[in-house]
């Protein structure tokens, strides 16, 4: 079946489907309108049907040159709108980060865009927005899509914006990619690529004035950034100049086509979202970062130092021709048509690539959409079988329940995290089994939050009901069991309490699921009878804390550090008893001898002591304290 299911249609397909629409000749139209404005850096709109236009010019002059043009600065918020805030970088990753000279060309015309984006989502008429840009003009229009993504989640607004760039170089690091995919933005991000225009490549090197060809590279970047015309674009570069650019980019994309482990040099600069490679024989889109890096990589090779700066001024002459070309290669694979759907999508996109079956080079543009057809083919295929994945892991879940069913009616009265937190190294068969399914059910939800978060399953997967609702009872059945383990192993003894340093990464991203759920649900009714799970799945790391404080206040003799854990104390009590009064703990919360009850008791201990000691006369206050009274 796998054979017969060809994405590679859809690749080519999809680029020729893009192609039959006016979304590339209008967005290039005003491209090149905006090119030979006369205002540098302006931007031009225009209004066709329910769809607006907005262009932004190729031609932009940089504040500062030099080593700066090298430097990555984070992207935390633009205006009073945050960016990817509801996604946190993993654990010693990079934050998102931007080029710095490229944020400061959107600095400059921010206001302005903003002014017109408010004009323009006012008019009822308009339905759909549509951002372009050539060449730095691409990487400014980047910047101002993803401000108005933002925004408009900001406000749920379903305004259609969609980003087209043609020629743009690469804009940020690879965090700035994960976070577009984790956002669910990599399909409102469309990048035109000629075959061998070498600006798209450009940042895959580093720009850091030691050598003579990196001194070349930043004279062709400032150039870019100066000229005054696009027309003369490459003139004043010499034909050595030129071949010392190729050569060091050339090398650069090398090692950024290579596999993560054969890598030499990091990669700065990653691509994010789709990629619509053109070429004189015809277009195809792809997306993934490996595989837009690695066409990138081969399309350049096949050029020479001459071509991969002249063809940044080619985007007009594709523009214009490939609709016919795309119609007579489909017509020329009429003569000889592959048996197989899977080896015609193949010849198609490889034809669309300028390669032929015939050609040298055939083989690492084959392996390379081959990788490409596995990695991203079925989302929906994929959310399926891990559908029925699911099913087969009710069986770990059950055995937990009955678990806990069987803790809360044990006759020591320890209820479910308690039980499990003192097992023990001795511990009985159900214990171990029940620690088994924990890991087991562990690896199957990390697993879905990695597929989710390498855009392998559809957009909207995190807001369907059906797995919102199995990841937030997952979380409640068995975070407290990772506390217990935690707790019970003493681990905040040397890392520190578990809501700090403890907690796994996949119930934070179930807090936020459900947290975005719970905003369009209705108000839920009183409960009559307690919850089967206590609805805080960190309930008792929050116990944990108040017992260390009751613990700690008990020796403190600071009335500064008193008042304060004090303070902690109180609010967590008043917390944890709103929670019982409304029923939303399970009952072994209240078991004689969980944790929270003795904690409760204690606390009433401290209490009684403190209101006899305030009654006692000074010396002998001091006498408690361990004082000899003279």
């Known amino acids: ?151 408009l989640q900001s406000i749920s607004s379903s305004m259609s914006v969609l980003c087209i760039t043609y020629g743009s170089p690469l804009l940020g690091n690879e965090s700035l990619s994960k976070a577009i995919l984790k956002e669910r933005w990599g399909g409102n991000f469309c990048h035109v690529v000629s075959k061998h225009d070498i600006m798209p490549r450009l940042l895959f090197a580093p720009i850091i ?31 050595q100049e030129k071949a010392d650019i190729f050569t060091f ?57 001459a071509s991969c700066i002249k063809d940044h001024l080619k985007y007009g002459d594709y523009v214009n021709k490939l609709s016919q070309q795309s119609l007579n290669q489909r017509n020329s694979m009429q003569v000889n048509v592959p048996d197989s759907s899977y080896e015609a999508g193949l010849e198609l996109a490889l034809q669309s690539s300028g390669i032929t079956s015939r050609d040298p080079a055939a083989s690492p543009f084959r392996q390379c959409l081959s990788s490409a057809r596995r990695k991203g083919r079925t989302p929906t295929l994929n959310a399926a079988n891990l559908a029925v994945t699911l099913s087969k892991f009710v069986p770990y879940r059950a055995e937990i329940e009955w678990y806990k069913a069987w803790c809360d009616k044990s006759d020591d009265e320890l209820g479910y995290y308690d039980s499990f937190k003192r097992r023990g190294s001795t511990t009985a068969k159900r214990d171990m089994k029940v620690n088994m399914n924990r890991h087991k059910l562990a690896r199957f939800w990390n697993n879905v939050i990695e597929m989710l978060e390498n855009n392998e399953l559809p957009r909207d997967f995190n807001k369907r009901a059906k797995w919102v609702n199995a990841s937030h009872s997952y979380q409640l059945l068995v975070e407290p069991l990772d506390i217990a383990e935690y ?9 520190g309490h578990y809501l700090e340093r403890g907690r796994d990464r996949r119930y934070k991203i179930f807090d936020r699921w459900w947290m975005e759920k719970e905003a369009t ?110």
């Open 487 to 495: 707790y019970g192993k003493e681990k905040h003894k040397t890392n």
């Open 249 to 305: 980019v050339m090398a650069y994309l090398d090692n950024a086509a290579s596999q993560d482990g054969e890598r030499t040099l990091p990669v700065l600069f990653h691509p994010f979202g789709s990629y619509f490679f053109v070429s004189d024989e015809g277009a195809v889109c792809v997306d993934g970062t490996a595989t837009v890096i690695k066409m990138m990589h081969l399309m350049l090779a096949t050029s020479s130092p």
């Open 1 to 151: 079946m796998d054979t017969e299911t060809s994405p590679f249609e859809s690749s080519d397909m999809l680029a020729a489907f893009l192609l039959s629409t006016p979304l590339i000749p209008e967005s290039w139209r005003l491209c090149s309108l905006a090119n030979t404005a006369a205002a540098s850096g302006n931007f031009l709109t225009e209004q066709i049907g329910d769809v607006v236009y907005l262009a932004f010019s190729g031609i932009q002059m940089a504040g500062g040159s030099g080593p700066s043009w090298g430097q990555l600065v984070p992207l935390v918020s633009v205006g009073d709108v945050t960016l990817f805030s509801s996604h946190p970088s993993k654990e010693g990753e990079d934050g998102v980060m931007v080029h710095a000279g490229m944020l400061n060309l959107f600095w400059s015309i921010f206001k302005q865009f903003q002014n017109q984006m408010m004009a323009i989502m006012g008019n009822p008429n308009t339905k759909s927005i549509i951002i372009t840009g050539h060449s730095l003009g691409g990487a400014i229009a980047s910047l101002c899509t993803i401000w108005l993504l933002s925004y």
């Open 521 to 630: 649900m209705e108000e839920t009714k009183e409960r009559t009878k307690f919850a089967g799970l206590t609805q805080d799945s960190c309930f008792w790391a929050k116990v944990e804390e108040a017992r260390d404080w009751l613990s700690r206040v008990r020796s403190e003799r600071d009335v500064n550090k008193q008042v304060l854990l004090w303070q902690n104390i109180e609010k967590f009590e008043k917390y944890a008893v709103e929670l019982i009064e409304s029923k939303a703990v399970s009952e072994d919360v209240l078991a004689k001898n969980s944790s929270y009850s003795l904690w409760v008791e204690e606390l009433r201990e401290v209490r009684e002591l403190n209101s006899k000691v305030r009654t006692f006369p000074n010396t002998f206050t001091r006498f408690l304290d361990g004082e000899v009274v003279p």
């Open 209 to 239: 004035p030691l050598t003579t060809q990196i001194y070349s590279l930043l004279q062709f970047w400032q150039f870019c950034m100066t000229s005054p015309h696009l027309g003369s674009f490459g003139a004043q570069i010499s034909d």
